[in-house]
């Protein structure tokens, strides 16, 4: 369990943020577990234009089984992603809600983080990282964007996370990706 926690807490030292506001810190569940500052209720939803989640990892884990400069930094071959559904609907909630309330920000109306919005998906998560986007993309021009930007590249290439979703709601995408317990 320590050397877990050891080894998720080197993976928070990199940081990920969207390049048009300050970055954030990855966070680390204070005791092991996340906390919830509000309700969920809802867990029962449809989500909208889905996106191809094979080839959302196909495009992805190129990368990873690769390595490659993230900026100015090396990140070597990590393992590949794989697609986790309570991932995908927390992405999906945020991209709505940022549609919906015309925002673009890691933070919710409600003061929720994506650690926030992945747990009360039901994901018990150790770590995590969040990528948006905004625009009329492809999945690939979503990937290759953020494979361009510094921070979103490291956050999709560390070799502690092994899952994530990817969601749009019109033209916002979100990423989760993360490690569970």
């Known amino acids: 369990m320590k050397n877990s926690i050891l080894a998720c807490t080197a993976g928070l ?3 990920c943020a969207c390049t048009k506001e300050p970055l954030e810190e990855w966070i680390l569940p204070e005791n092991g577990k ?10 029962s939803f449809t989500m909208t234009q889905r996106v ?4 959302m990892l196909r495009l992805i884990n190129a990368y990873r089984s690769k390595g490659c400069n993230c900026g100015d930094i090396y990140m070597a071959p990590a393992p590949p992603l794989y697609w986790n ?3 995908e609907r927390a992405s999906w909630l945020h991209s709505k809600e940022m549609n919906d309330s015309v925002y673009m920000s890691h933070i919710g109306r ?3 983080n994506g650690g926030d919005r992945i747990r009360k998906m039901g994901y018990n998560w150790k770590c995590y990282a969040e990528n948006i986007a905004l625009g009329i993309l492809t999945e690939k021009s979503v990937v290759d964007g953020w494979m361009g930007s510094k921070t979103h590249c490291m956050a999709m ?6 899952e994530t979703g990817i969601a749009r709601f019109r033209n916002f995408w ?3 990706i993360a490690l569970s317990y």
């Open 13 to 15: 030292l990199l940081l």
């Open 34 to 43: 996340a906390t919830m500052p509000f309700a969920f209720k809802d867990t």
């Open 52 to 55: 191809d989640s094979a080839n």
């Open 85 to 87: 559904i309570r991932l």
């Open 110 to 112: 409600n003061g929720s």
């Open 157 to 162: 290439m560390n070799p502690t996370l092994k």
């Open 174 to 176: 979100t990423q989760e």
